[in-house]
C-alpha cells in the first residue's frame, strides 16, 4: 500500500472512530436527559398517568404459578431510567427492554425507590428484536414516549404481540403528529428535520395511533389529549411541550 493511501485510510478510521464516539456522547447526553425531563413531564401528568395504568391492578396472569402468587409479567421496552415505576403496581414481574445502555446505571439507581417490584432483567436490546423472550409469554406490555424514536413501528408492534400471551394487554401513552392543519402539527413539521439529531432518533410528526390500530390487535382504546406546560413551567418544558410535542395518544390494546 503506498504511503498516500495509508494515510487517507487511517484518515478514514480516525473519523469513523470520532463519530462513533459522537453518537455515544449523544446516547448519553440523551439518556441524563430524559432522566431530568420525566420528573417534570410525570408531575404535569399525575393524575393521568395514574389513571392510565390503574387497570393494571386487576391483571391476571395467563400462567398459573404466578396467578398462584398473585402476581403478573410485565415488559416495559423503551424503558429509559424507569420514569413510569410510580405507577406499576407493586406485585408485577417485570423485564425492561432498552437499545440505549446509559439508561441502565440510571434506571438502577431509581430502581432502589421501589424495592417491591421485581425487575428480572434490564435486556439492551431495540424492540423490534425481543428474541430474548418466548412467543406469548407476557401479560402486560407497556411504552411510554417510545414509538416516536423506534426505526420500524411496524415491526416493533408485531414483537409486542408476538411476546404477549392471547388475550395481553398493550398498554401506550406516546406523543404523536397533531391533526393536520393546526401550528403545532406545521411546527412538528419542519422541527422533524432536526429533531431526530437532537433526541437521538425522535420522530415528532409521526402518526402512531394509525400504526397501532393496523397492527391487528383484536381490540384498541385509545384517546387523544394535549399535555401543556403552563406559564410558571421552565422555559425548555414550555418550548418542547407547548410548541412540538404537545398532541398525544394514551390506550390500551389487546391481543
Ligand atoms: C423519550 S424516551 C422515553 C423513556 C421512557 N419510556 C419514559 O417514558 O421515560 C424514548 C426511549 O425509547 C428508547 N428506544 C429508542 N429506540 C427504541 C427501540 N427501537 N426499541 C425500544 N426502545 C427504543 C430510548 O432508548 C428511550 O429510552
Redesign the pocket.
Known amino acids: 500500500m503506498s504511503v498516500g493511501a495509508q494515510i487517507k485510510a487511517l484518515s478514514f478510521s480516525l473519523l469513523f472512530l470520532i463519530l462513533d464516539y459522537l453518537k455515544n456522547l449523544r446516547k448519553k447526553f440523551f439518556a441524563h436527559f ?1 432522566n431530568s425531563f ?1 420528573d417534570g413531564y410525570n408531575q404535569l401528568n399525575d393524575e393521568l398517568k395514574k389513571k392510565h395504568f390503574e387497570s393494571l391492578g386487576n391483571v391476571q396472569s395467563k400462567s398459573e404459578p404466578l396467578r398462584g402468587a398473585n402476581k403478573f409479567s410485565l415488559v416495559e ?5 424507569g ?2 415505576f410510580k405507577y406499576l403496581p407493586s406485585n408485577c414481574v417485570m423485564t425492561v ?4 445502555p446509559h ?1 441502565q446505571k440510571l434506571f438502577e439507581e431509581n430502581k432502589k425507590k421501589f424495592p417491591e417490584i421485581e425487575v428480572s432483567k434490564f435486556i439492551v436490546a ?3 428484536d425481543m428474541h430474548e423472550i418466548p412467543d406469548n409469554s407476557v401479560d402486560v406490555v407497556v ?4 414509538l416516536c ?3 420500524s413501528q411496524a415491526a ?1 408492534l408485531s414483537e409486542v404481540k408476538r411476546i404477549l400471551v392471547p388475550g395481553g394487554k398493550f398498554y401506550f401513552w406516546e406523543h404523536i403528529g397533531d391533526t393536520q392543519g393546526t401550528l403545532m402539527q406545521r411546527t412538528q413539521v419542519v422541527g422533524d428535520y432536526i429533531w431526530p439529531y437532537i433526541f ?3 420522530r415528532i410528526a409521526r402518526n402512531s395511533t394509525e400504526e397501532i390500530e393496523r397492527s391487528g390487535f383484536s381490540g384498541c382504546n385509545s384517546t387523544k389529549f394535549y399535555v401543556r406546560a403552563p406559564d410558571t413551567a421552565y422555559f425548555f418544558q414550555r418550548w418542547i411541550l407547548n410548541y412540538f410535542i404537545g398532541s398525544h395518544v394514551r390506550g390500551v390494546a389487546t391481543k
Open positions: 430524559i420525566m421496552v423503551g424503558v429509559g431510567s420514569a413510569n427492554v432498552d437499545p440505549n439508561f431495540a424492540g423490534e411504552v411510554t414516549l417510545v424514536s423506534v426505526q416493533f437521538d432518533g425522535c
